[in-house]
Protein backbone atom coordinates (compact mmCIF):
# COMPACT_ATOMS: atom_id res chain seq x y z
CA UNK A 1 0.00 0.00 0.00
CA UNK A 2 1.59 3.59 -1.11
CA UNK A 3 1.79 5.46 1.87
CA UNK A 4 0.44 8.68 -0.12
CA UNK A 5 -3.24 8.94 1.15
CA UNK A 6 -5.48 10.16 -1.80
CA UNK A 7 -8.85 12.01 -1.66
CA UNK A 8 -11.47 11.63 -4.29
CA UNK A 9 -13.93 13.69 -4.63
CA UNK A 10 -17.12 13.40 -6.49
CA UNK A 11 -16.82 9.14 -5.81
CA UNK A 12 -19.61 8.18 -6.53
CA UNK A 13 -20.13 10.22 -9.98
CA UNK A 14 -19.07 8.70 -13.62
CA UNK A 15 -15.37 9.04 -13.58
CA UNK A 16 -15.13 8.76 -9.74
CA UNK A 17 -16.40 5.44 -9.26
CA UNK A 18 -13.80 4.01 -11.90
CA UNK A 19 -11.22 6.01 -10.30
CA UNK A 20 -12.35 4.23 -6.63
CA UNK A 21 -12.26 0.95 -8.55
CA UNK A 22 -8.84 1.62 -9.99
CA UNK A 23 -7.35 2.90 -6.76
CA UNK A 24 -8.65 1.34 -3.99
CA UNK A 25 -6.15 -1.50 -3.65
CA UNK A 26 -3.02 0.71 -4.41
CA UNK A 27 -3.68 3.34 -1.53
CA UNK A 28 -5.26 4.91 0.78
CA UNK A 29 -8.78 7.10 -0.11
CA UNK A 30 -10.46 9.50 1.60
CA UNK A 31 -14.54 9.10 -0.31
CA UNK A 32 -16.28 12.46 -0.60
CA UNK A 33 -19.98 11.86 -1.36
CA UNK A 34 -23.14 13.89 -0.51
CA UNK A 35 -24.81 10.15 0.25
CA UNK A 36 -23.12 7.53 1.72
CA UNK A 37 -26.51 5.82 0.58
CA UNK A 38 -26.32 6.63 -3.13
CA UNK A 39 -21.91 6.08 -3.20
CA UNK A 40 -22.78 2.12 -2.11
CA UNK A 41 -25.44 2.28 -4.78
CA UNK A 42 -22.77 3.51 -7.85
CA UNK A 43 -19.74 1.73 -7.57
CA UNK A 44 -18.48 -0.36 -10.48
CA UNK A 45 -18.45 -4.17 -10.17
CA UNK A 46 -15.06 -4.61 -9.56
CA UNK A 47 -14.95 -2.57 -6.07
CA UNK A 48 -15.82 -3.21 -2.71
CA UNK A 49 -16.78 -0.86 -0.67
CA UNK A 50 -18.37 -2.20 2.54
CA UNK A 51 -17.93 0.73 4.59
CA UNK A 52 -14.63 2.20 6.36
CA UNK A 53 -11.88 0.45 6.48
CA UNK A 54 -7.56 1.32 7.75
CA UNK A 55 -7.35 2.38 3.74
CA UNK A 56 -10.68 3.83 3.28
CA UNK A 57 -12.35 6.57 4.56
CA UNK A 58 -15.99 7.93 3.63
CA UNK A 59 -16.99 10.98 4.20
CA UNK A 60 -20.38 13.32 3.49
CA UNK A 61 -19.60 16.82 2.33
CA UNK A 62 -21.52 19.05 0.00
CA UNK A 63 -18.50 21.42 -1.83
CA UNK A 64 -21.12 24.60 -1.32
CA UNK A 65 -20.91 24.15 2.23
CA UNK A 66 -17.53 24.94 3.32
CA UNK A 67 -18.49 24.11 7.21
CA UNK A 68 -18.90 20.10 5.96
CA UNK A 69 -15.45 20.25 4.24
CA UNK A 70 -13.29 21.36 7.18
CA UNK A 71 -10.64 19.21 8.69
CA UNK A 72 -11.18 16.08 5.50
CA UNK A 73 -8.39 16.95 3.59
CA UNK A 74 -6.20 16.60 6.86
CA UNK A 75 -2.90 14.48 6.13
CA UNK A 76 -3.88 14.16 2.22
CA UNK A 77 -1.18 14.26 -0.68
CA UNK A 78 -3.25 14.13 -3.32
CA UNK A 79 -7.21 15.63 -4.09
CA UNK A 80 -8.82 14.66 -7.38
CA UNK A 81 -11.85 16.23 -7.85
CA UNK A 82 -14.46 15.77 -10.51
CA UNK A 83 -17.31 17.15 -8.94
CA UNK A 84 -19.35 19.37 -11.39
CA UNK A 85 -22.76 19.46 -11.51
CA UNK A 86 -24.67 17.06 -13.63
CA UNK A 87 -24.60 17.02 -17.58
CA UNK A 88 -27.59 14.57 -17.34
CA UNK A 89 -30.68 15.97 -18.26
CA UNK A 90 -33.16 13.86 -15.65
CA UNK A 91 -30.87 15.37 -13.07
CA UNK A 92 -32.50 18.58 -13.71
CA UNK A 93 -34.37 19.57 -10.74
CA UNK A 94 -30.80 20.82 -8.62
CA UNK A 95 -30.83 24.16 -10.72
CA UNK A 96 -27.42 25.18 -9.54
CA UNK A 97 -25.37 26.13 -11.99
CA UNK A 98 -22.04 25.15 -13.34
CA UNK A 99 -20.64 28.44 -12.38
CA UNK A 100 -21.93 27.67 -8.62
CA UNK A 101 -21.05 23.84 -8.36
CA UNK A 102 -18.05 23.49 -11.26
CA UNK A 103 -16.20 26.68 -10.38
CA UNK A 104 -17.39 27.73 -6.70
CA UNK A 105 -17.85 24.56 -5.05
CA UNK A 106 -14.46 23.23 -6.33
CA UNK A 107 -13.01 26.68 -5.28
CA UNK A 108 -14.09 25.88 -1.84
CA UNK A 109 -12.59 22.11 -2.31
CA UNK A 110 -9.42 24.29 -3.36
CA UNK A 111 -9.00 26.48 -0.58
CA UNK A 112 -9.49 23.83 1.79
CA UNK A 113 -6.84 21.71 0.29
CA UNK A 114 -4.44 24.94 0.66
CA UNK A 115 -5.39 25.17 3.92
CA UNK A 116 -4.99 21.33 4.87
CA UNK A 117 -1.11 21.68 2.95
CA UNK A 118 -2.20 18.65 0.12
CA UNK A 119 0.70 18.67 -2.41
CA UNK A 120 -1.40 17.87 -5.48
CA UNK A 121 -4.42 18.81 -7.05
CA UNK A 122 -5.80 17.16 -10.07
CA UNK A 123 -9.09 18.66 -11.76
CA UNK A 124 -11.23 17.43 -14.47
CA UNK A 125 -12.03 20.24 -17.09
CA UNK A 126 -13.17 19.21 -20.83
CA UNK A 127 -11.60 19.09 -23.77
CA UNK A 128 -10.97 22.08 -25.77
CA UNK A 129 -12.91 24.60 -23.06
CA UNK A 130 -9.72 26.98 -22.74
CA UNK A 131 -11.37 28.28 -26.01
CA UNK A 132 -14.64 27.18 -26.14
CA UNK A 133 -17.22 30.30 -25.96
CA UNK A 134 -20.21 28.29 -23.63
CA UNK A 135 -21.24 29.01 -20.05
CA UNK A 136 -19.96 25.52 -18.95
CA UNK A 137 -16.22 25.42 -20.25
CA UNK A 138 -15.92 28.95 -18.68
CA UNK A 139 -16.69 27.90 -15.46
CA UNK A 140 -14.21 24.64 -16.16
CA UNK A 141 -11.39 26.99 -16.98
CA UNK A 142 -12.05 29.41 -14.24
CA UNK A 143 -11.40 26.78 -11.72
CA UNK A 144 -8.18 26.13 -14.12
CA UNK A 145 -6.80 29.22 -13.84
CA UNK A 146 -7.52 29.31 -9.82
CA UNK A 147 -5.68 25.82 -9.53
CA UNK A 148 -2.93 27.42 -11.67
CA UNK A 149 -2.61 30.33 -9.19
CA UNK A 150 -2.59 28.29 -6.07
CA UNK A 151 0.70 26.94 -5.71
CA UNK A 152 -0.25 23.41 -5.01
CA UNK A 153 1.21 21.20 -8.15
CA UNK A 154 -1.38 20.44 -10.32
CA UNK A 155 -3.46 17.51 -13.16
CA UNK A 156 -5.58 18.87 -15.66
CA UNK A 157 -7.43 16.19 -17.54
CA UNK A 158 -9.38 17.95 -20.49
CA UNK A 159 -11.37 14.94 -21.79
CA UNK A 160 -14.10 14.38 -24.55
CA UNK A 161 -17.50 13.56 -24.30
CA UNK A 162 -18.12 10.83 -22.27
CA UNK A 163 -19.14 7.48 -23.48
CA UNK A 164 -22.71 7.88 -21.26
CA UNK A 165 -23.80 10.94 -22.83
CA UNK A 166 -23.87 8.70 -26.51
CA UNK A 167 -26.75 6.44 -24.71
CA UNK A 168 -29.13 9.43 -25.66
CA UNK A 169 -28.98 7.98 -28.96
CA UNK A 170 -29.39 4.06 -27.99
CA UNK A 171 -32.36 5.71 -26.61
CA UNK A 172 -33.86 7.53 -29.95
CA UNK A 173 -32.47 4.64 -31.35
CA UNK A 174 -34.91 2.40 -29.62
CA UNK A 175 -37.83 5.04 -30.03
CA UNK A 176 -37.09 4.71 -33.94
CA UNK A 177 -35.70 8.09 -34.69
CA UNK A 178 -32.73 9.76 -33.54
CA UNK A 179 -32.16 13.52 -34.12
CA UNK A 180 -28.53 15.23 -34.16
CA UNK A 181 -28.07 18.53 -34.03
CA UNK A 182 -26.60 20.39 -37.45
CA UNK A 183 -25.29 18.45 -40.63
CA UNK A 184 -24.04 16.15 -38.68
CA UNK A 185 -20.17 16.17 -39.99
CA UNK A 186 -18.64 17.37 -36.68
CA UNK A 187 -16.31 14.66 -35.91
CA UNK A 188 -15.59 13.62 -32.35
CA UNK A 189 -13.86 10.58 -30.42
CA UNK A 190 -15.77 10.25 -27.41
CA UNK A 191 -13.78 8.58 -24.37
CA UNK A 192 -15.13 5.86 -21.79
CA UNK A 193 -15.49 7.00 -18.56
CA UNK A 194 -12.85 3.77 -16.97
CA UNK A 195 -10.26 5.43 -19.57
CA UNK A 196 -10.68 9.24 -18.22
CA UNK A 197 -10.52 8.13 -14.63
CA UNK A 198 -6.79 6.29 -15.76
CA UNK A 199 -5.64 9.47 -16.76
CA UNK A 200 -6.55 11.29 -13.82
CA UNK A 201 -5.60 8.38 -11.42
CA UNK A 202 -2.09 8.60 -13.58
CA UNK A 203 -1.48 12.39 -12.88
CA UNK A 204 -2.54 12.05 -9.55
CA UNK A 205 0.56 9.75 -9.23
CA UNK A 206 3.20 11.81 -11.43
CA UNK A 207 5.51 14.69 -10.02
CA UNK A 208 5.09 18.17 -11.04
CA UNK A 209 2.20 19.94 -12.76
CA UNK A 210 0.91 18.46 -16.20
CA UNK A 211 -1.91 18.96 -18.57
CA UNK A 212 -3.50 16.26 -20.89
CA UNK A 213 -6.11 16.38 -23.21
CA UNK A 214 -7.65 12.98 -24.07
CA UNK A 215 -10.14 11.18 -26.58
CA UNK A 216 -11.24 7.88 -27.05
CA UNK A 217 -9.63 5.23 -29.71
CA UNK A 218 -12.51 6.40 -32.41
CA UNK A 219 -13.11 8.85 -34.08
CA UNK A 220 -16.63 9.40 -35.79
CA UNK A 221 -19.03 12.00 -37.22
CA UNK A 222 -21.85 13.22 -35.26
CA UNK A 223 -24.53 11.26 -37.62
CA UNK A 224 -22.55 8.04 -37.57
CA UNK A 225 -22.71 7.87 -33.81
CA UNK A 226 -26.50 7.83 -34.02
CA UNK A 227 -26.28 5.42 -36.84
CA UNK A 228 -24.13 3.37 -34.66
CA UNK A 229 -27.11 3.09 -32.35
CA UNK A 230 -29.16 1.67 -35.07
CA UNK A 231 -27.09 -0.71 -36.29
CA UNK A 232 -25.75 -2.52 -32.23
CA UNK A 233 -29.91 -2.61 -32.32
CA UNK A 234 -30.11 -4.57 -35.70
CA UNK A 235 -32.18 -1.59 -37.29
CA UNK A 236 -32.18 0.80 -40.06
CA UNK A 237 -30.53 4.12 -39.23
CA UNK A 238 -33.31 7.15 -39.17
CA UNK A 239 -31.98 10.23 -38.27
CA UNK A 240 -33.20 13.91 -38.98
CA UNK A 241 -31.55 16.88 -38.14
CA UNK A 242 -31.73 19.08 -36.01
CA UNK A 243 -31.24 23.37 -37.13
CA UNK A 244 -27.40 24.20 -35.63
CA UNK A 245 -29.42 27.43 -34.83
CA UNK A 246 -32.04 26.12 -32.51
CA UNK A 247 -30.02 25.71 -29.46
CA UNK A 248 -29.09 29.43 -29.80
CA UNK A 249 -32.57 30.53 -29.63
CA UNK A 250 -33.20 28.22 -27.20
CA UNK A 251 -30.77 28.96 -24.47
CA UNK A 252 -32.47 32.44 -23.60
CA UNK A 253 -35.61 30.98 -23.43
CA UNK A 254 -34.88 27.97 -21.07
CA UNK A 255 -32.04 30.16 -18.52
CA UNK A 256 -34.42 32.25 -16.84
CA UNK A 257 -36.59 29.15 -15.93
CA UNK A 258 -33.22 26.94 -15.42
CA UNK A 259 -29.38 28.48 -15.99
CA UNK A 260 -28.19 25.08 -15.67
CA UNK A 261 -30.50 23.34 -18.64
CA UNK A 262 -29.70 27.00 -20.57
CA UNK A 263 -26.33 26.98 -20.46
CA UNK A 264 -25.79 22.71 -21.12
CA UNK A 265 -28.10 23.31 -24.22
CA UNK A 266 -25.84 25.92 -25.46
CA UNK A 267 -22.96 23.50 -24.87
CA UNK A 268 -24.24 20.34 -26.51
CA UNK A 269 -25.54 22.94 -29.37
CA UNK A 270 -21.56 24.32 -29.76
CA UNK A 271 -20.02 20.61 -29.39
CA UNK A 272 -22.19 19.23 -31.51
CA UNK A 273 -21.89 21.21 -34.40
CA UNK A 274 -17.48 22.04 -34.03
CA UNK A 275 -14.68 19.35 -34.50
CA UNK A 276 -13.95 17.54 -30.85
CA UNK A 277 -11.19 15.46 -31.48
CA UNK A 278 -8.53 15.12 -28.91
CA UNK A 279 -5.08 12.87 -28.61
CA UNK A 280 -6.05 9.11 -28.61
CA UNK A 281 -6.10 7.73 -25.01
CA UNK A 282 -8.73 5.60 -24.21
CA UNK A 283 -8.37 2.18 -24.75
CA UNK A 284 -12.47 1.16 -24.86
CA UNK A 285 -14.78 1.14 -28.03
CA UNK A 286 -17.97 2.96 -27.64
CA UNK A 287 -19.91 -0.18 -30.06
CA UNK A 288 -18.60 -2.51 -27.43
CA UNK A 289 -20.20 0.19 -25.15
CA UNK A 290 -23.64 0.57 -26.17
CA UNK A 291 -23.85 -3.58 -26.39
CA UNK A 292 -23.28 -3.97 -23.15
CA UNK A 293 -25.56 -0.95 -21.66
CA UNK A 294 -28.61 -3.19 -23.86
CA UNK A 295 -27.58 -6.22 -22.07
CA UNK A 296 -27.39 -4.58 -18.43
N1 LIG B 1 -19.93 13.96 -19.30
C1 LIG B 1 -19.03 14.36 -20.18
O1 LIG B 1 -19.10 14.04 -21.38
C2 LIG B 1 -17.88 15.23 -19.72
C3 LIG B 1 -16.88 15.55 -20.62
C4 LIG B 1 -15.81 16.32 -20.18
C5 LIG B 1 -15.77 16.73 -18.84
N2 LIG B 1 -16.77 16.42 -17.98
C6 LIG B 1 -16.69 16.87 -16.60
O2 LIG B 1 -16.18 15.82 -15.80
C7 LIG B 1 -16.64 15.96 -14.45
C8 LIG B 1 -17.16 14.61 -13.95
O3 LIG B 1 -18.17 14.17 -14.81
P1 LIG B 1 -19.08 12.93 -14.44
O4 LIG B 1 -19.77 12.54 -15.69
O5 LIG B 1 -18.31 11.92 -13.66
O6 LIG B 1 -20.14 13.63 -13.50
P2 LIG B 1 -21.27 12.99 -12.56
O7 LIG B 1 -21.46 11.55 -12.83
O8 LIG B 1 -22.44 13.90 -12.66
O9 LIG B 1 -20.57 13.12 -11.14
C9 LIG B 1 -20.35 14.37 -10.58
C10 LIG B 1 -20.01 14.19 -9.14
O10 LIG B 1 -20.01 15.51 -8.57
C11 LIG B 1 -20.59 15.41 -7.29
N3 LIG B 1 -21.20 16.67 -6.87
C12 LIG B 1 -22.04 17.45 -7.57
N4 LIG B 1 -22.40 18.52 -6.80
C13 LIG B 1 -21.75 18.38 -5.61
C14 LIG B 1 -21.70 19.12 -4.42
N5 LIG B 1 -22.40 20.27 -4.27
N6 LIG B 1 -20.92 18.69 -3.39
C15 LIG B 1 -20.22 17.54 -3.51
N7 LIG B 1 -20.22 16.78 -4.63
C16 LIG B 1 -20.98 17.18 -5.64
C17 LIG B 1 -21.64 14.33 -7.38
O11 LIG B 1 -21.73 13.83 -6.07
P3 LIG B 1 -22.90 12.90 -5.53
O12 LIG B 1 -22.48 11.52 -5.95
O13 LIG B 1 -22.82 13.12 -4.07
O14 LIG B 1 -24.17 13.35 -6.19
C18 LIG B 1 -21.01 13.34 -8.36
O15 LIG B 1 -20.31 12.34 -7.67
C19 LIG B 1 -17.69 17.06 -14.46
O16 LIG B 1 -17.14 18.25 -13.98
C20 LIG B 1 -18.01 17.22 -15.94
O17 LIG B 1 -18.41 18.54 -16.27
C21 LIG B 1 -17.81 15.65 -18.38
Known sequence: MNEQKIVIAGAGGAVGKHLVAQLQDSHSLTLLT?????????????????????????????????????????????VISTVGASLDLRAMS????FMDVDFAGNSNLLE????????????????GAES????????????????????LEY????????????????????SGVASVIGNGRARTNPIHEADVAKACAELALKEGSTEMNIGGPETFTRQEIAELAFTVL????????????????????????????????????????????????GEKRLEDYFRQQMQA
Open 34 to 78: RSRAKLATSQVATASIEGDTSSLRIAEADVLRTDTLQGLLEGAHT
Open 94 to 97: DKRS
Open 112 to 127: EAQRAGVRRFVYLSAF
Open 132 to 151: MPTAYTQAHEALVRRLKASG
Open 155 to 174: GIVRPTGFFYVNLEFLGMAK
Open 234 to 281: GKKPRVMHVPALMPRVMKPLIAPFNKRIGDLVEFLGYVATHECVAPSY
